[in-house]
């Protein structure tokens, strides 16, 4: 079975699949101190709690934003599964074209998230990416990676106020009674739940017209299923997105030499 790891920057979602079903998920903290043993021990424990181990990983696949954790990660995948992880980066056959200026500069978080999207619903379509940033992917109608859109996200949001207003506090994301708050703690709230809200809106349109029809817009991310539901322009909300790309991913380069495919189909 296949083990897919989606490493952000807050959480760690991992799957494991046998073919192409989904058999369990789980997810973790992100945590840039872990040692290899110690993830390896948290992981073989979720694995047990569905009546796996380490024995029944025949692969995995790694898509992971925070450097810091990748050789720790790798160091894991040697010693407890006894072979390389597949690792979305450089030279990683995607069958998607980059067409960035710098395909180097894409994350892989954005590039398994789309692929995904696109398998899925076909293209044209827009991945919203709600975690600690809010990213906007756009794919065409041809399955080619076209670029988006970087903003804050609504952890950002709330932590940039608490730092530079003094007389605010940190505040649990919940959506509000009403937009017209009556307090403090529930105005920080309306501002950041309808901000991120309007922010979707507005980007999602503005991308629509540049594609220049319609797209399928699919909400993912760790605030998916709070968010996504509250704007208009989503059709599908899907948490574990970029897992599903992983497995994708997984099955285009098995048994592929390093580095083979068409130029314009790598990272």
């Known amino acids: 079975m296949l083990l897919a790891v ?8 991992l799957a494991l699949y046998r073919g192409e079903v989904q058999v369990a998920h789980w997810y973790a903290k992100t945590d840039r101190e872990r040692t290899p043993d110690e993830y390896a021990m948290l992981w073989n424990q979720f694995l047990g709690f569905r009546g796996f181990g380490f024995a029944d990983v025949s692969g995995v696949a790694i898509a992971c934003v925070v450097p810091s954790i990748t050789e720790t ?4 995948c040697r010693e407890y599964f006894n072979h390389e992880p597949l690792e979305v980066g450089p030279g990683i056959r995607t069958g998607m074209r980059i067409l960035y200026d710098n395909p180097r500069e894409v994350g892989v978080d954005r590039i398994v998230a789309a692929i995904a999207a696109y398998a899925r619903h076909g293209g044209p379509s827009i991945v919203v990416a709600l975690g600690t940033a809010t990213v906007f992917t756009a794919v065409s109608k041809e399955g080619d990676f076209l670029g988006g859109a970087i903003v804050p996200g609504v952890g950002i949001s709330v932590e940039a106020l608490v730092q530079h207003a003094a007389q605010l ?8 009674p009403q937009i017209i708050a009556r307090s403090t703690v529930a105005g920080m709230q309306a501002g950041v739940w309808y901000g991120v809200v309007g922010q979707v809106e507005e980007i999602v349109g503005r991308m629509q017209r540049e594609l220049g029809e319609r797209a399928a817009v699919v909400a993912t991310g760790g605030y998916a299923e709070q968010i996504g539901p509250e704007c208009r322009c989503v059709d599908h909300i899907d948490p574990l997105l970029g897992l599903e790309g992983l497995r994708i991913l997984y099955e285009r380069n098995r048994g592929a030499a390093p580095g083979e495919g068409e130029a314009s189909q790598r990272v």
């Open 6 to 13: 989606d490493v952000g920057n807050t959480l760690i979602k």
């Open 73 to 76: 990660l790798r160091r894991l």
């Open 169 to 176: 506090r940190k505040v649990e994301l919940a959506r509000p």
